[in-house]
């Protein structure tokens, strides 16, 4: 943080209403300098000042491309690693609440990745067996990781056509952190059993799997999970489609095979609204992600008689989403216009190289 830079903490107080002047204002005194990227699952009071709307490829694709000197990301912390990392160096990545991480992003850990690798290698040669992907909604090292080891990242958008090509490479994969993703993409995508994937449990030595078990498997699976796609549960989907035999289902394939299965379609943020607005007028859909992305879906399109519900009878937003709020964003933009730069996100030079490689093999399979 520069030394004068604007303290938080009188931000805190400021109502919605004067937030929302106050971003306007100090975006029109920015101009062309900053980028505000908003991912589908931010709130509305902020998702409305984003220069930029879109899921995880999207996003990283646009910050990719970003000719401002600040990106100023509402999403969270790894979405602002990977534009700090495909960006120019000169270019400035900002999230503007630290806290705001992914707490499936967590669920996987480089030491503890590395460590899986040892363990693989006491039963073969990982290197030469095994392809490691990881989910973009990691940390950068497991990026530069995947990288190191011939390995990539994937989105949800893209996880099946980035499973092919890992294939192609060796005969097996390491699918971390979300089993689900892995699960439904390598199921759904490319027709490989349930009884070909094990589950790598991080907790236990060798991921708790037996030598034979891990010699037979051609999807390993790390026993990691998004705690608010785990709420829909496939009597949600019974429920909906008792009461509405002609309503369609989608979810968003961080859900369980059990849900992605009784679902109609399944995809990323992006795709679900793709489909959800390309339908016909007076269609009603249960959707299976996260509720801010959801409640702006049924209003967008309320006006053509569609009712667009959320498939858990619960509310259950992501909370690290949620911490970007208009305060933290008009603190940011407000610092920026007084020349500081406040909540940079800077990876390290080699682990940003690696994991810009990672990411790279992964825009070169995805169309
Ligand atoms: P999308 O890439 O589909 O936007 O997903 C990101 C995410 O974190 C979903 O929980
Ligand atoms: Fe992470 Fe789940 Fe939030 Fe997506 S919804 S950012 S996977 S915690």
């Not at 669920?107 to 990982?126: C, G, S, T, Y």
Request: with cysteine; charged share 25%.
């Amino acid at each position: 943080m520069a030394v004068n830079a604007l303290a938080y903490q009188t931000f805190d107080d400021i109502s919605d209403s004067e937030c929302e002047q106050r971003i306007l204002s100090a975006k029109a005194a920015l101009g062309e300098r900053v980028v505000i990227l908003g991912h589908h699952y931010q709130r509305d009071e902020v998702f409305r000042h984003a220069d930029f709307s879109g899921d995880s490829l999207k996003l990283s694709r646009q910050a990719a491309n970003s000719e401002a000197d600040y990106i100023v990301f509402c999403g969270v912390h790894f979405m602002a690693e990977v534009a700090d990392i495909l960006s120019r160096p000169e270019q400035v990545s900002i999230l503007p609440d630290l806290s705001a991480g992914c707490a499936m992003a967590d669920m996987a850990n480089l030491a503890n990745v590395e460590r899986a690798w040892q363990e693989i290698a006491k039963v073969l040669d990982p290197d030469s067996h095994v392809t490691p992907i990881t989910y973009i909604n990691s940390a950068a090292d497991l990026k530069a990781f995947c990288g190191r080891h011939g390995g990539l990242v994937c989105t949800s958008t893209n996880a099946g056509q980035v499973m092919e090509w890992a294939f192609k490479q060796r005969e097996k994969v390491l699918f971390f952190p979300d089993q689900h993703l892995g699960r439904n993409t390598a199921f759904s995508k490319l027709g490989i059993s349930l009884s070909e994937m094990v589950v790598w449990d991080f907790s236990q030595p060798n991921g708790g799997l037996s030598k034979e078990q891990i010699k037979k498997a051609k999807v390993i699976l790390w026993k990691g999970f998004c705690s608010v796609h785990q709420m829909f549960k496939p009597e949600h989907i019974d429920r909906f489609r008792a009461m509405y035999p002609e309503g369609k289902v989608i979810s968003h394939p961080e859900a369980s095979f059990e849900v992605c299965q009784k679902s109609d379609y399944v995809g990323s943020t992006e795709y679900i609204i793709k489909t959800v607005r390309e339908s016909a007028p007076g269609t009603r859909w249960q959707v299976g992600t996260e509720l801010n992305l959801v409640n702006r879906l049924h209003e967008q399109c309320e006006h053509e008689g569609k009712v667009v519900e959320f498939m858990a009878p619960t509310v259950c937003m992501c909370s690290t989403m949620f911490r970007i709020d208009p305060q933290h964003l008009v603190w940011t933009l407000e610092n920026l216009v007084e020349g500081n730069v406040v909540n940079r996100i800077k990876v390290d030079k080699t682990e940003a190289e690696l994991a810009k490689l990672a990411l790279e093999r992964m825009f070169e399979v995805s169309i």
